[in-house]
C-alpha cells in the first residue's frame, strides 16, 4: 500500500531531551515535507526537502533539524525540545511536479 | 481523536444534501489549489485539485470552483453522506515555490 508512515504516534517527553520523529515514504517520491498543525494556527510547513541531500526552511524552522539521506525517509530532530513545540506532527510527501500531498497519519507531541 | 481546532466554522448538512464549503485565497500568483478532507485522528487526504488556469473541475461527487476574480475557492459535495462528515481544508501552491498554504478549515457535520 502507498502510504507515508510517520513514528511514533504519541510522544511525551521533557524540556531539552532530544528527540527524533521518523518519517518514510514508499512511493518514490522526491518531495517530502513536515508540517505541524495547532489549533487556531492551522497547518504550518517546517522544513521540506526537494531531493536528497536538499533541504530546506518553511515558515517555521526554529527549533527544528531534518536530513534527506536516503530518498523515503525525512527524519524531524528537535534537538532541545520545548513546550511551544507541542503540537500535532505531520510529514508529507508528493513527486516533483505534483501539487497533491500525501499525508501521514501524524505525531502528537507534548513537551512538559 | 486528534484536535484540529478548537473554533472552526462549522456547516451542518443532511444526509442527501449538497454541501458548499467555501474558501478565500491570498496569494494572486498561485498556480495549483488544492482541496483535503481531515477525519478525526488522520492526517489530511487529498481529494481534488484544479489548476489556476482552470475555473471548474469535477471529480467522484465532488467539485472544485476557481473565481480568480474575487480569489474566491469552493468545494461541492453531492449527496452529502455521514463518512464525510470532517474538517475541509483548502490549499494554494505559490508559484514558483514547494509549500502549500493552507486555510484554517471548515467543519463539516451531516446529520441523518
Known amino acids: 500500500e502507498a502510504q507515508v508512515t510517520q513514528n511514533p504516534r504519541y510522544l511525551i517527553t521533557v524540556t531539552g531531551k532530544k528527540l527524533t520523529v521518523t518519517c518514510s515514504q514508499n512511493?518514490?517520491?522526491?518531495?517530502m515535507s513536515w508540517y505541524r498543525q495547532d489549533p487556531g494556527l492551522g497547518l504550518r510547513q517546517i522544513y521540506y526537502s526537494m531531493n536528497v541531500e536538499v533541504t530546506d526552511k518553511g515558515d517555521v524552522p526554529e527549533g527544528y533539524k531534518v536530513s534527506r539521506k536516503e530518498k523515503r525517509n525525512f527524519p524531524l530532530i528537535l534537538e532541545s525540545p520545548s513546550p511551544n513545540q507541542t503540537s500535532l506532527y505531520f510529514c508529507?510527501?508528493?513527486?516533483?511536479?505534483?501539487?497533491?500531498?500525501?499525508f501521514g497519519s501524524g505525531t502528537r507531541l507534548t513537551v512538559v | 481523536g486528534e484536535s484540529v481546532g478548537l473554533h472552526l466554522p462549522t456547516l451542518s448538512v443532511q444526509e442527501g444534501d449538497n454541501s458548499i464549503i467555501n474558501c478565500a485565497y491570498s496569494n494572486s500568483a498561485s498556480d495549483y489549489f488544492i482541496w483535503y478532507k481531515q477525519e478525526s485522528g488522520k492526517g489530511p487526504q487529498f481529494i481534488i485539485d484544479?489548476?489556476?488556469?482552470?475555473d471548474k473541475r469535477q471529480g467522484q461527487r465532488v467539485t472544485v470552483l476557481l473565481n480568480k476574480t474575487v480569489k474566491h475557492l469552493s468545494l461541492q459535495i453531492a449527496a452529502t453522506q455521514p463518512g464525510d462528515s470532517a474538517v475541509y481544508f483548502c490549499a494554494e501552491r505559490p508559484g514558483g515555490y514547494n509549500k502549500l498554504i493552507f486555510g484554517a478549515g471548515t467543519r463539516l457535520a451531516v446529520h441523518p
Open positions: 512511493m518514490n517520491h522526491e518531495y
Open positions: 508529507a510527501s508528493s513527486f516533483q511536479d505534483r501539487a497533491g500531498y500525501t
Open positions: 484544479i489548476r489556476s488556469n482552470m
